[in-house]
């Protein structure tokens, strides 16, 4: 099974950089597509970034590109989302989770495992 767990949320204010780290584990984790979701209140929850196991394919939503940066060290099992430039409709809780194709990525549905989430608030 792969277990996925998020840190690196907080506190901030309007033009700061914070950086996501989704640790994994599980024999599979590593050859998984990984992506960012995240759900601010009130909304349906969104894709952000993702990243395929080999860091050729990289995708981002318009809202974050330019401004978000997707990375994996799969020596460490882990990908991180470094978002500078941060605005207070970034506030949300940030989810990484972990599909085993890159086709549909845009698909909350299609990915089999989640981490509980990380709190990422900007003020202006």
């Known amino acids: 099974q792969v277990q996925l767990v998020e840190s690196g949320g907080g506190l901030v204010q309007a033009g700061d950089s914070l950086r996501l780290s989704c640790a994994s584990s599980?024999?599979?984790?590593?050859?998984?597509?990984i992506a960012w979701f995240r759900r601010a209140p009130g909304k349906e929850r969104e894709f952000v970034s993702g990243i395929s196991w080999s860091g050729d394919y990289l995708h981002y939503v318009d809202a974050v590109k330019g401004r978000f940066t997707i990375s994996r060290d799969n020596a460490k099992s882990t990908v991180y989302l470094q978002m500078n430039s941060l605005k207070p409709e970034d506030t949300a809780v940030y989810y990484c989770?972990?599909?085993?194709?890159?086709?549909?990525?845009?698909?909350?549905?299609?990915?089999?495992?989640w981490g509980q989430g990380t709190q990422v608030t900007v003020s202006s």
């Open positions: 989770a972990a599909n085993s194709r890159r086709i549909g990525y845009l698909n909350d549905g299609l990915y089999g495992y």
């Open positions: 599980g024999r599979t984790s590593s050859n998984y597509y």
